[in-house]
């Protein structure tokens, strides 16, 4: 019965685009690099393939920031695909003043192989060495990001390197069987065991999770947050779902305030008591079971998250999210398989 359980939550798991909303071609004019046609080309981005240890070639996309002090490893949701998020990964990158580098796990995308929990964990890893190697990036200057489902991996790597400089869990899962069922326990056959590694993380945690997610209940990063051992301020965005947090204004807002924040000083942890990354910790933690961001109308901007926004206000029908772009049907949707 476990094995079948397992077997069915992991196909639950995993829903790349079909097709796939890129490719990837080496541009002769460039020495042979690789570029994405469908994308605008830029100077400052690289398209990477990397071999895992599994065997698996995996697409990942790197782009620079002249000022940057600090690298984001970004761990997409699920049904997305590098050349959805290209677009979010070079705002980030120009926002938050950091460099980053977004990958498609196996079977996304341009990515060989099966998607898999352990599929998973292993492109990850060929991204964090890839980090280290070709980019000279230290621990210490690493920031892990992971949505939704992309909280798999990022807890998983998070819990086996002590020194990175941060982790940003969006709309995280405790664990894959939890988002279908309200078990209690974890079982073995579980996958994605977010509650039970969240804990052996030692760099501050930032938690941002919409109020009216009703793919992954905010509860999963409520709880995630109370598990967290060196915690910083959580971020409840009022009625946000689990597709559409990044257009709210202070989104972005919100994680630079983050970046800045373990830019400047990293908290030593003593590896059992929580600590917390805010000077006004006390206060702020009493308070964060109530701390929302509300949608407002947006400053004026060049930039592309404001930008979608102000169009989203124009229709009556909510814009659908780069960070979770998808062809699969609205069926899946509302019984919760997406994640």
Known sequence: MGGVTSS????????????????VV???????ALCIPEVPRREDVNVL?????????????????PKANATML????????????????????????VNLIGYDYSGYGQSTGKPT??????????????LKEQYRVKDEQLI??????????????????PDLRGVVLHSPILSGLRVLYPVKRTYWFDIYKNIDKIGSINCPVLVIHGTADDVVDCSHGKQL?????????????????????ELYPDFVKYLKKFVLAIGKSKPASNGSAATSLDPDSKNKQAESDTFELQPDIPEVSRNSLDSRLNNSKKSSKPEKSRMSTDNVDRFRRRKGLIW
């Open 49 to 65: 393939r990397l071999r895992t240890r599994r065997g698996n070639d995996i697409v990942a996309v790197h782009v620079s920031h």
């Open 8 to 23: 069915i939550a992991a196909k639950l798991a995993f829903f790349p685009p079909t097709p796939p909303s890129y490719t």
């Open 26 to 32: 080496s541009d002769e004019s460039c020495g042979g």
């Open 74 to 97: 970004y761990s997409h949701g699920n049904a997305a695909d590098v050349g959805q998020m290209y677009e979010l990964f070079v705002e980030l990158s120009l926002r938050l003043r």
């Open 144 to 161: 892990l990001y992971g949505q939704s489902v992309g909280s798999g991996p990022t807890v998983d790597l998070a819990s086996r390197v």
């Open 225 to 245: 947050w109370e598990l967290c051992k060196v915690k910083y301020e959580p971020v409840w965005i009022k009625g946000g779902g689990h597709c559409d947090l």
């Open 117 to 130: 929990e352990c599929n998973t964990y292993a492109d990850i890893d060929a991204v964090y060495e890839c």
